[in-house]
């Protein structure tokens, strides 16, 4: 299942990215692949010695694309309101046969359009009234057993729909004895969502209950 990271201009997103690659070397796998190109884009630059598993991973993307692109550059920002946009690469001469190497963003996925209509939602919602605190959080959510599947598990979770709610990014953690458990950040509206009611309410009782065991806040910051 492809994973989502969204607006990792702000301090928010950088947390999600963080944490993500904790104990991760990349964003797929142990190698350099599209997926840490189509991330590497969209932070606009080396994240602070505060998010140190994505300023790693930055650094280590950053060396990996020097040697493919060997001219000095002068450096750029974007500027402008809302959101901003990843800069364009500039077209280099490749040796041939690297044409996939250049598809640095890939398609759009379904995960990405919803994201995005989150986000517009968001906005609309916060012209009418002025929007509440926010919080991130870092939820783990545990099986029943190793024969539990854990893609309907992910599944279960992120069926859970709030206003308020933004499911975010997730990944599999060994736990011993063939056991997995889910990690996954989630960004809530403080005055719509209760995470205490999340757990006890929707993530513990039927249906979900068929693949969760329970469920544990791993980390809770105001944003």
Not at 2 to 8: G, K, R
Not at 115 to 142: F, I, P, Y
Not at 145 to 174: C, H, I, N, Q, Y
Request: hydrophobic residues 40%.
């Amino acid at each position: 299942m492809a994973v989502t990271f969204s607006d990792l201009h702000t301090e928010a997103g950088l947390k999600a990215l963080d944490a993500f690659l904790s104990g991760k070397t990349y964003i797929t796998g142990d190698v350099l692949t599209k997926d840490d190109i189509k991330v590497y884009a969209a932070v606009l630059e080396k994240p602070s010695d505060a998010f140190s598993h994505a300023c790693k991973w930055y650094e280590r993307v950053s060396s990996s694309l020097a040697s493919s692109f060997p001219g000095k550059a002068a450096g750029v920002r974007i500027a402008g309101k809302g959101a901003a946009a990843p800069a364009e690469e500039p077209k280099k001469e490749v040796p041939a046969g690297d044409d996939d190497d250049l598809d640095l963003f890939g398609d759009e996925t379904e995960e990405d359009k919803k994201a995005a209509e989150e986000r517009e939602a968001a906005k609309k919602s916060s012209a009418k009234k002025k929007e509440s605190g926010k919080s991130s959080v870092l939820l783990d959510v545990k099986p029943w057993d190793d024969e539990t599947d854990m893609k309907k598990l992910e599944e279960a979770v992120r069926s859970v729909e709030l206003p308020g709610l933004f499911w975010g990014a997730s990944k599999f953690v060994a736990v011993g004895y063939g056991i997995k458990k889910l990690q996954i950040m989630l960004t809530i509206v403080d005055d719509l969502v209760s995470v205490d009611d999340l757990i006890e309410e929707r993530l513990t009782v039927e249906p979900c209950n068929e693949w969760i065991q329970s469920c544990d806040i791993v980390a809770f910051n105001k944003i």
